[in-house]
């Protein structure tokens, strides 16, 4: 009994008479009123670390038009699908941050499908929105999705990405872009509905309706298949923004069987249809999708359609040397690493742009020129005592005469 009454707390030192409760540990006691402090100070502290995690991704808001005016220096042309991704990403990103009113007015999410050629600068233009807002920014491919139960990747394994990103901050992954590439080889191979099992096709299509539209998802920390004894994490979709991209090949047929293209008489205007006829995309609709293979439900969660113009001569040889990383510099910037002073005469950028034409290659076929005529002076001038390199035009066709690009054949 004596021991008894020399009971105290260890923490605040008060007796076994002067409290209601005592809880006994190993060595220790501890109170009621040490309990209840000791819960105010961990929810203080875990309220400090959420708020240090959140700051790493505080959103930079910006109007559409600074929006624009920060892309146009890292990607040349495109104007129209510039203007149209930074409405809806602003629109998104206010949709967010705005206080809920009392009127029952939602406004919906803005997801994007954008529609262009090879090379013409879909995935550039969603990585520089992403740079901009400072927000968690993944990029997937839809080639690897599966209908869930087949080899594959399930489509939840996206927004494991976007967790990996944001080191598994939840609140800023709900709020983050993810980037859906390669959209249109999820098309079903008809405009009519599969017979037979549609696995990486119409499947994966299905798979995505409830993801864009917005809901709780259990996403799989690690990636990979979902099993029952793996812990989830759940995820709420509603405010994260999905943008879409494709080439679409072939889809221009689908456009020009519907706007006619091939009108005849005496008032037709033959400049104004060979315009139409070499910029088909400018005419995109959601209905072409549908026909190219994308399901109706998938299209109603992909509001904003914008498309890409295909790159002209004019927007290639700017592309060369006007945007903040264009090419010429990066590769002066190599080259001044040996100590080399490069200089590349006007004659020899308009021969990259017609080689790129040629080739059909985008904006990604310049880098594949500038490799092919700069390779054996990157490889024989590091450690040597020349300083200053002037590539000229006869240099350039030489280099590119020899190389196995020139074999390169377009029908």
Same mark, same amino acid.
């Given at each position: 009994?004596?021991?008894?009454?020399?009971?105290?707390?260890?923490?605040?030192?008060?007796?076994?008479?002067?409290?209601?409760?005592?809880?006994?540990?190993?060595?220790?006691?501890?109170?009621?009123?040490?309990?209840?402090?000791?819960?105010?100070?961990?929810?203080?502290?875990?309220?400090?670390?959420?708020?240090?995690?959140?700051?790493?991704?505080?959103?930079?808001?910006?109007?559409?038009?600074?929006?624009?005016?920060?892309?146009?220096?890292?990607?040349?042309?495109?104007?129209?699908?510039?203007?149209?991704?930074?409405?809806?990403?602003?629109?998104?990103?206010?949709?967010?941050?705005?206080?809920?009113?009392?009127?029952?007015?939602?406004?919906?999410?803005?997801?994007?499908?954008?529609?262009?050629?090879?090379?013409?600068?879909?995935?550039?233009?969603?990585?520089?929105?992403?740079?901009?807002?400072?927000?968690?920014?993944?990029?997937?491919?839809?080639?690897?999705?599966?209908?869930?139960?087949?080899?594959?990747?399930?489509?939840?394994?996206?927004?494991?990405?976007?967790?990996?990103?944001?080191?598994?901050?939840?609140?800023?992954?709900?709020?983050?872009?993810?980037?859906?590439?390669?959209?249109?080889?999820?098309?079903?191979? =008809?405009?009519?509905?599969? %017979?037979?099992?549609? &696995?990486?096709?119409?499947? #994966?299509?299905?798979? /995505?309706?409830?993801? !864009?539209?917005?809901?709780?998802?259990?996403?799989?920390?690690?990636?990979?298949?979902?099993?029952?004894?793996?812990?989830?994490?759940?995820?709420?979709?509603?405010?994260?923004?999905?943008?879409?991209?494709?080439?679409?090949?072939?889809?221009?047929?689908?456009?020009?069987?519907?706007?006619?293209?091939?009108?005849?008489?005496?008032?037709?205007?033959?400049?104004?249809?060979?315009?139409?006829?070499?910029?088909?995309?400018?005419?995109?609709?959601?209905?072409?999708?549908?026909?190219?293979?994308?399901?109706?439900?998938?299209?109603?969660?992909?509001?904003?359609?914008?498309?890409?113009?295909?790159?002209?001569?004019?927007?290639?040889?700017?592309?060369?040397?006007?945007?903040?990383?264009?090419?010429?510099?990066?590769?002066?910037?190599?080259?001044?690493?040996? =100590?080399?002073?490069?200089? %590349?005469?006007?004659? &020899?950028?308009?021969?990259? #742009?017609?080689?790129? /034409?040629?080739?059909? !290659?985008?904006?990604?076929?310049?880098?594949?020129?500038?490799?092919?005529?700069?390779?054996?002076?990157?490889?024989?001038?590091?450690?040597?005592?020349?300083?200053?390199?002037?590539?000229?035009?006869?240099?350039?066709?030489?280099?590119?005469?020899?190389?196995?690009?020139?074999?390169?054949?377009?029908?």
């Amino acid at each position: 009994m004596a021991k008894q009454t020399n009971l105290h707390c260890s923490f605040c030192g008060r007796s076994r008479d002067e409290v209601k409760i005592l809880i006994a540990g190993q060595e220790g006691h501890i109170c009621e009123n040490c309990v209840e402090h000791a819960q105010e100070i961990i929810v203080q502290e875990l309220q400090q670390r959420t708020e240090t995690q959140t700051t790493q991704y505080k959103f930079n808001i910006r109007k559409p038009v600074e929006i624009k005016e920060f892309i146009d220096q890292y990607v040349i042309g495109q104007d129209d699908a510039k203007k149209i991704l930074s409405v809806a990403v602003y629109n998104h990103y206010k949709r967010i941050t705005q206080k809920q009113s009392n009127d029952e007015v939602e406004i919906d999410k803005s997801n994007i499908i954008m529609v262009g050629e090879t090379g013409t600068g879909k995935t550039l233009l969603a990585k520089t929105i992403a740079r901009l807002l400072n927000v968690p920014f993944a990029i997937v491919d839809a080639t690897v999705f599966t209908e869930a139960g087949y080899v594959g990747e399930d489509v939840e394994s996206m927004l494991t990405r976007l967790l990996q990103v944001c080191n598994y901050d939840v609140a800023a992954a709900e709020k983050g872009i993810v980037y859906i590439d390669e959209l249109d080889k999820i098309a079903r191979k =008809g405009d009519n509905p599969s %017979i037979t099992r549609d &696995v990486s096709g119409e499947g #994966v299509q299905q798979g /995505l309706l409830k993801m !864009l539209e917005g809901t709780e998802v259990l996403v799989p920390p690690q990636g990979g298949r979902k099993h029952p004894e793996q812990k989830m994490i759940k995820l709420n979709t509603s405010n994260i923004l999905f943008i879409c991209g494709g080439a679409f090949d072939g889809i221009d047929k689908v456009i020009a069987r519907r706007i006619n293209t091939n009108a005849i008489g005496f008032n037709v205007n033959k400049i104004e249809q060979e315009a139409q006829r070499t910029n088909l995309l400018q005419f995109v609709t959601a209905q072409d999708l549908k026909s190219f293979g994308l399901i109706p439900e998938l299209l109603g969660r992909l509001p904003v359609v914008t498309h890409l113009d295909p790159l002209d001569a004019k927007t290639l040889r700017a592309i060369l040397t006007q945007p903040k990383n264009s090419l010429i510099k990066q590769f002066t910037r190599l080259f001044s690493y040996e =100590g080399i002073d490069i200089t %590349i005469d006007d004659a &020899v950028l308009d021969f990259m #742009v017609e080689k790129a /034409l040629e080739y059909k !290659l985008g904006a990604r076929g310049l880098r594949t020129i500038c490799e092919s005529i700069l390779t054996d002076a990157m490889y024989e001038l590091p450690g040597t005592d020349v300083k200053k390199l002037d590539v000229t035009l006869e240099y350039a066709m030489e280099k590119i005469g020899n190389s196995k690009l020139n074999m390169l054949k377009v029908a």
